[in-house]
């Protein structure tokens, strides 16, 4: 069977037009048609009623056929990207900045240690969009933060720490007097933070949802060291994991009462995917991280 075919079907559903099916893919309109039929075929099934005007009714083996193409294409997809990286040598590893910053030095030097840091290629985005791109086969492993510990069947995750989300402030801001704050009081304090895609904005916006506190966002950053430094001049305070922080920041975190957030770091791989030796060396490294 034509693989071509899945996919014509797929965009179908998605699209409901033939003629903007067909555009979509570059090709004529009875392509399609004929794909159409040819799965109608092999299934003995109808998958698709073409009323008059043009109306496109999908059956109800159509919308089951729909939900395991899905599967079906998406597995060849990364059967595709996971054959082709064969030729590239090296592991892409996704790390989020501020996991980046902290860990990944000593990692390195493990990774030197063993030969292979040279073997390494570094992904570096915010914890969700990582993650997308390792569903995806775009990279091979990653070490990231959640908001909750990953649950998902597809993946293989191995648990590296838990740490605790405090409110940060500059050293001379009248906020780093206090022992502890409630997120319910921020509501007139500007806040610097990660770009959405980040988990410590995930956080953000589920504290301002459940406390109806919407604090004034100045400036959002991929960049942990900017971050820090907006910070320590006092130009807005953040959210942060207790682990980004050093005794040389000249800034200040300050726990949260009642909602503290936790933020874990896990190792994440896809379940079905064969590991290299380089890539078990890798994660037996990142597991004796502290």
């Known amino acids: 069977m034509n693989t071509n075919d899945f996919r014509y079907f797929l965009k179908l559903i998605e699209l409901r037009n033939f003629r903007a099916t067909a555009r979509y893919f570059g090709v004529s309109q009875p392509t399609i048609s004929y794909a159409i039929k040819r799965l109608e075929a092999f299934y003995g099934m109808q998958l698709i009623q073409r009323q008059r005007g043009q109306t ?9 056929l729909n939900e395991h193409l899905k599967r079906v294409v998406r597995e060849l997809d990364l059967a595709k990207i996971d054959i082709e990286s064969l030729d590239n040598p090296k592991v892409k590893f ?9 860990y990944f030095s000593s990692l390195a030097e493990s990774l030197k240690a063993e030969r292979i840091l040279s073997k390494i290629e570094l992904v570096e985005d915010g914890s969700q969009e990582i993650l997308e791109q390792l569903k995806k086969g775009r990279i091979d492993l990653a070490l990231i933060g959640t908001r909750q510990p990953i649950n998902d069947v597809a993946l293989s995750t191995i648990p590296i720490t838990k740490r605790t989300i405090s409110i940060v402030v500059s050293e001379h801001d009248e906020l780093a007097q206090l022992d502890q704050v409630d997120f319910a009081d ?27 506190v919407y604090p004034q966002i100045l400036q959002q950053t991929n960049d942990l060291s900017i971050l820090k430094n907006m910070i320590a001049e006092n130009i807005g305070i953040s959210l942060l994991a207790d682990v980004a922080i050093s005794p040389f920041d000249g800034i200040k975190n300050i726990p949260l009462i009642n909602s503290v957030p936790d933020f874990y770091i896990s190792l994440v791989y896809r379940r079905n995917y064969q590991l290299t030796k380089v890539e078990q060396q890798l994660i037996e490294i990142t597991k004796q991280i502290k």
Do not use: Y
């Open 56 to 64: 496109m009714i999908i059956t109800l083996a159509g919308w089951r």
């Open 94 to 102: 996704g790390i989020p900045p501020m996991i980046g910053n902290v």
């Open 186 to 212: 921020l509501a007139n304090e500007p806040f610097v933070i990660f770009n959405s895609g980040f988990v410590h904005k995930q956080i953000f916006d589920e504290l301002c949802a459940t406390t109806e």
